[in-house]
Each structure stands twice: as C-alpha cells, then as structure tokens.
C-alpha cells in the first residue's frame, strides 16, 4: 500500500523528532513514530497531584531549544528547588548543596578523604576548562564551536583521567559515572566531566526545571496539535533514497506501507538509523557507529505519605552500593508551592552495569529489588508505596567513543542536498541531553527547509 507523496517525512518521535515536526508543521509533514505515545524517554503517567516520570525530566534552564518549544505548545514549567547534590552512605543520607563539603562530611578513612579531595580538584578543575572550552570564539560558527567542544578530553576515558580511586571514593564515582549511563572505563573523560559540570555552571535562578504534570505531556502536545499528521504503531523498516528524495516503508497494524518524501528526518538512536538508512556513506556509518549507547532502568513510585517527610527537600539522591544508582523526588518542585498534599512521586535510577544486569529481569523482580533498597534508604516509606511502574530503556543515552570522530556525520547534515538528514541526541558535544536532542531536529528542519526552498532565511 502507497501512502502518496509528501514534503517531510520524521522517522522518530523523541524530542530530536518533535522537534522537527513541529518546526516544519507549515509543510506537508508525516510523523511516524513505533510506540503508541509521542516522547521518547520523555515519558510519564498523570496520578492526581503528582506524575510519575520514567525517563528524561530535567528540562534545561531559559533560552534552550526546548524550552522555546515547550514555550510554542502552552505548557508550563516548574523550578526544582530540592539538593542534586544529596548523598547515601552507608545507612545514612548527607544532603550538601556545595559537593565541595563531601569530603569533610562523609565517612571516609584518611586515605579515602585525601583521595576524594584529589579527585574532586581534578574535575573541578577539567570542568572549568570544559565551561571555558565550550563559549564561542571570535568569527566561530555554531558547527564549528561545536566540533571543537568535541574534541576536548576525548582520547582517554573517565577512569584515566581519575586514576585509581580507594573503596567508597570509587563508588561514589562510580555510581555517578552511571547516570550517563556507563562505567567510567567507557566513558570519555570529557562525558564523565559533564555529568558534574552542571553544578558549576548554572548561575543562581537559572536552573533546570521539570515540566508540570509530567515529561509526557510534551508528545501529548506534539500530537494534540500536528493530528493525523502524526502515525504512532508504526515502525519503519527502511529509508531509501530515490532520486532527489526517499522512500520510507512501514508497517502498522493494517500492513506494509511506503511513502515518498522530498525529504525524510531520521530522529531514530545511531544505531537504529545505520539499520533503516540504506545507501549511507561509509564514513558516516563509521561516524554512527563510534557512539556508545548505554541502558537505563527506572521504576516510579507513587507515595500515601500524609505529612512532611525526610525527602521532601531533596530532588537527586546518589546511592552507591544499591541496586539503584540515583533516587529523584519528583514531587520536590510542588513543595512550598502551595500547601502539602498527601503522598508524593519518587523515581528510582539504574544504568551502566547494574542496568545490563536488571533489563532480561521481570518486572517484578526489579520491582522488589528496587523497593527493597528504597526502604532501606528511607525507612519511613515502609507501607507507603502505593504503585510501582517499571520501565526499561534500551537505548538509554549516548556518548561518544574516546578516540571517535563524528565529523562524517556532519558534513553530511551540512549538505542540503542529501535528501535525508539525521537527528538525535548523538549530535551532542559530549553526551546526549534532552536539548541536543531537540536542538538537532530543529537543526535537521531548517536544513530541509532550505533544501525545499533555497530562498528560505535559516531560523
């Protein structure tokens, strides 16, 4: 079966595909997306008061692309108030708002102290020079500020830029080098260096904020608003170019169909494009292939509390040696907004190691797992777990390689003849983030808009 012809096909409807065609929402665009929601790892569930998010929920400070985004569609964002910075150790929790207290604070023997305050100086100290290393240069363009940001602390991995590091010391860099996710001897140095750049770059009122009601409510938007411009349930099979544009074929619940484009966006994960994209050149496949994904697993949990709990002024838990590497409090940013409702939203984090181990378990068994190390993180959550929602992501972020070279794949987005462009999160500097994500299909749609039409001033 043909479905015609149309202007721009998007294959994906992550953020890197929303974005896309969103921006092309005046053309002749199709959105094809696998699942029966809009979103990507932007997924949540509404529970009265609260939300519980299974994936990506912090949302870059103002003047992000996705906060422009977030901004066109109506919807409405809240500050995190609570610590990113908290910490559990060793049955107790330590909440500094400056990470340079730990190594006064936490248990350590004198050795561990001396290590964690080495440690903790060498990535301060790389951290500046990657803020410093990222603002444009004189004459620079944005694409070229952004091959050179790559290039920083490339060749070698988290691990040797950190050296050995003694017992607690160690798992505490550890866990945190899994929210990227990875292990630090898979991450480049430059990718462990921004999981920690945050706390000293964002300046005081200028942070990150969740989306109210939930992450999720950024595809319930998207597809609100395009209608049956947007096909969920279908999974493409194939992008083949065709003369000055490409054929996309897919397969829904009533069969395999095909549908020509102009051009077509592939906002899928590296490794799904170099399966879908035929005929891609060798070099760019060899680009797509240098990026490391890494799997997350995540559980939301909705609480009963019915008082102010030991949480509450919290937003990020880091607890190394639990079968969780993070803890997040999604009901944090309605704190002090109003008055206390009973209950609450947590959210619990694996990935690197832990998660490869955790994906081919059922969901029950992670779900006591997880539960179980809750309690003992919080004990006064014993018999306030009212629901547990357990999700797996396979491609759940990305980095690239040390030793990589991405130049391929840009070279071949700068063309605006190519009649497919791609976009994703692996478009990012260092490590893939919602805003790279939606800054690459944005990017992505004013090539193709040019391409239709060369007279186009670029947004």
């Known amino acids: 079966m043909s479905d015609g012809r149309r202007d721009v096909v998007v294959v994906g409807g992550g953020a890197a595909g929303m974005a896309a065609a969103w921006q092309l929402r005046d053309r002749d665009v199709l959105l094809l997306e696998e699942n029966d929601v809009l979103g990507g790892r932007l997924k949540s569930h509404a529970r009265g008061d609260y939300w519980l998010n299974l994936g990506g929920h912090m949302f870059p400070a103002e003047g992000a692309r996705v906060r422009r985004l977030i901004e066109e569609l109506g919807l409405e964002t809240v500050a995190i108030p609570g610590s990113k910075t908290a910490l559990s150790l060793d049955g107790k929790v330590y909440d500094a708002r400056r990470i340079e207290s730990y190594p006064f ?71 945190a080098a899994r929210r990227a996710p990875g292990e630090m001897d898979e991450l480049s140095a430059a990718a462990g260096l921004q999981l920690f750049a945050a706390n000293w770059a964002a300046k005081s009122g200028s942070g990150p904020v969740n989306l109210l009601g939930g992450s999720g409510r950024l595809g319930e938007a998207v597809r609100r608003r395009l209608g049956d411009r947007v096909v969920v349930g279908a999974r493409v099979t194939s992008v083949e170019p065709d003369g000055d544009g490409a054929v996309v074929h897919y397969e829904t619940a009533d069969g395999p169909t095909k549908v020509a484009a102009r051009r077509v966006v592939v906002a899928t994960p590296a490794p799904v494009a170099r399966t879908l994209v035929r005929g891609l050149p060798r070099e760019v496949d060899r680009s797509l292939a240098s990026v490391s994904y890494g799997s997350f697993v995540s559980m939301a949990v909705l609480t009963t509390e019915q008082g102010p709990m030991p949480w509450d002024d919290l937003y990020a838990l880091l607890t190394p040696g639990r079968s969780f590497n993070m803890l997040f409090n999604h009901a944090n940013p309605l704190r002090g907004q109003a008055a206390r409702t009973n209950g ?17 378990l059922a969901d029950a068994e992670i779900a006591q797992r997880f539960t179980q190390d809750l309690l003992r993180v919080y004990p006064q959550l014993q018999g306030r777990v009212a629901e547990t929602v357990v ?69």
């Open 105 to 175: 604070t936490l248990p350590l023997s004198v050795r561990e102290r001396a290590a964690l305050v080495r440690a903790g100086l060498t990535v301060r100290w790389k951290v500046m020079q990657y803020l410093a290393e990222s603002r444009p240069k004189p004459g620079e363009s944005e694409t070229q500020r952004r091959a050179r940001v790559s290039r920083f602390e490339r060749d070698r991995t988290f691990r040797e830029l950190l050296g050995r590091l003694p017992g607690k010391v160690d798992a505490i860099f550890t866990t």
């Open 344 to 360: 609450g939203s947590l959210m619990c984090y694996a990935g690197g190691g832990p998660a490869a181990e955790l994906l081919p």
């Open 391 to 459: 999700q797996r992501w396979r491609y759940g972020n990305c980095w690239h390689a040390p030793h990589g070279d991405f130049d391929a794949v840009l070279r071949h987005n700068a063309d605006r003849a190519n009649p497919v462009q791609l976009a994703g999160d692996y478009f990012a500097e260092v490590s893939g983030t919602i805003e790279d994500a939606t800054r690459s299909g944005a990017e992505a749609a004013t090539a193709v808009a040019l391409g239709l039409d060369p007279d186009l001033q670029p947004q």
